[in-house]
């Protein structure tokens, strides 16, 4: 693999997948744990989706407000800040949605 390959890659892994697993490993924690409950307490599918909308959206705007404010990502390559926490902001939403099939 070429050096150009390699840094491309390594730019994706740091810019993208980074975020994205961000987001989706602190989207998930900070999300289900209301919809559990919301779905176990009151037994409509419905009122637990209506909680975990709201769970994720205040996640993913507090965690991508996080990443986007945190470094402009011209010291450390991790590439353009509202990207990045656009990236973020998306991944609990896609939590939300993908467990309210579960119920």
Request: aromatic fraction near 6%.
């Given at each position: 693999?070429?050096?150009?390959?390699?840094?491309?890659?390594?730019?994706?892994?740091?810019?993208?997948?980074?975020?994205?697993?961000?987001?989706l490993?602190?989207?998930?924690?900070?999300?289900?744990?209301?919809?559990?409950?919301?779905?176990?307490?009151?037994?409509?599918?419905?009122?637990?989706?209506?909680?975990?909308?709201?769970?994720?959206?205040?996640?993913?705007?507090?965690?991508?407000?996080?990443?986007?404010?945190?470094?402009?990502?011209?010291?450390t390559?991790?590439?353009?800040?509202?990207?990045?926490?656009?990236?973020?902001?998306?991944?609990?939403?896609?939590?939300?949605?993908?467990?309210?099939?579960?119920?």
């Amino acid at each position: 693999m070429s050096n150009i390959k390699k840094e491309h890659s390594h730019q994706f892994v740091i810019q993208k997948v980074q975020p994205a697993l961000l987001g989706l490993m602190d989207g998930s924690v900070s999300t289900l744990a209301p919809i559990f409950a919301t779905a176990g307490l009151t037994d409509n599918p419905l009122k637990a989706f209506y909680v975990g909308l709201a769970a994720s959206l205040g996640a993913g705007i507090s965690m991508g407000l996080a990443e986007a404010l945190s470094d402009d990502g011209k010291v450390t390559g991790r590439g353009n800040p509202v990207t990045r926490g656009s990236i973020t902001l998306l991944e609990p939403l896609s939590v939300v949605c993908c467990t309210h099939f579960l119920f």
